[in-house]
């Protein structure tokens, strides 16, 4: 008799990153085998997508806790019944979508999230997708001598960073925390090992890294916008375009993110909760 291996369908859409994950139903409760196969998924595509989850914050926040702690983000509100649940809010007279540049989240924190999981609640008509560039292939595709520079080296990574700090500017506005964006930053090293693969990524990004420790920004600079420009390769990228009731649950230690900007005029809101993660090393 055949054992049945796996409860869960996982579809990837790129040769490099992303998978759509059939056959869950996520407002159920899910086994401990299924999760371990989300989580599996999680892990070798590095994004991960669902289909038409009609779910409750309370049900997004459970589903979320299986895979870790869920966490409040520093500088908006969360929803009040729901602390952890960011709203991820572009309104139709706003021309600033939050997040609208490519990182990985907060990494200007000492410990940043190890992931984040965001539910589309309302979208406009067409646009509005989001990239996924894989870092541990941005890190593999560089020269042996250049990796072996990049390994040695820190970075300094700052909440302030205008082009960043600007696209979370109207949500601090209408539903800030009070916190200065200022007070928060973190030297992470610029090549992390990811704690449950083993494998090296990028972990510098143009929202937040400002500059190597012990160089100044002037003399970072070069190979930083170098990086910015290589670690976004589309050989690297995936693109997912939502639909309602869509999540999208990715890897911050191994990915990074870039929501597109193109439907002024519309409302766009997603749910998002991010969950702890630990020191990067
Ligand atoms: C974010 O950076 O968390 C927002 C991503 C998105 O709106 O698609």
Not at 229 to 237: A, G, L, T, V
Not at 261 to 272: A, E, K, P, S, W
Request: hydrophobic share 40%.
């Amino acid at each position: 008799m055949s054992a049945r291996l796996s409860s869960i369908e996982v579809r990837p859409i790129t040769g490099s990153i992303g998978a759509e994950i059939g056959g869950v139903d996520i407002s159920q409760d899910l086994s401990v085998a299924t999760i371990a196969e989300i989580r599996r998924a999680l892990l070798d595509h590095l994004v991960i997508f669902l289909r038409d989850q009609e779910i409750t914050p309370a049900q997004q926040l459970a589903f979320v806790s299986h895979f870790g702690e869920p966490d409040t983000y520093p500088f908006v509100k969360g929803l009040a019944d729901y602390p952890q649940i960011t709203p991820i809010l572009k309104l139709p007279d706003e021309t600033v979508n939050f997040g609208g540049i490519w990182h990985s989240d907060t990494v200007y924190l000492p410990e940043p999230p190890m992931a984040t999981v965001l539910y589309a609640k309302q979208l406009p008509p067409t646009g509005g997708d989001t990239l996924f560039a894989n870092q541990y292939l941005a890190y593999e595709s560089l020269s042996v001598p250049f990796r072996n520079i990049l390994d040695g080296l820190t970075a300094i990574n700052s909440a302030a960073k205008g082009s960043a700090a600007q696209t979370r500017s109207n949500r601090v506005a209408d539903a800030g925390t009070g916190l200065a964006a200022v007070v928060l930053e973190a030297a992470h090293p610029v090549v992390r090992t990811h704690p449950e693969t083993g494998r090296k990524a990028l972990y510098v990004n143009t929202g937040h890294t400002v500059r190597f420790k012990g160089m100044t920004e002037a003399e970072s600079a070069p190979i930083l916008d170098f990086l910015y420009r290589h670690q976004i390769k589309p050989e690297f990228c995936c693109r997912f375009t939502w639909r309602p009731a869509s999540i999208a649950f990715w890897d911050n230690r191994c990915a990074q993110h870039y929501p597109v900007n193109d439907y002024h005029g519309h409302t766009r809101l997603l749910h998002r909760i991010t969950l702890k993660g630990d020191k990067p090393y």
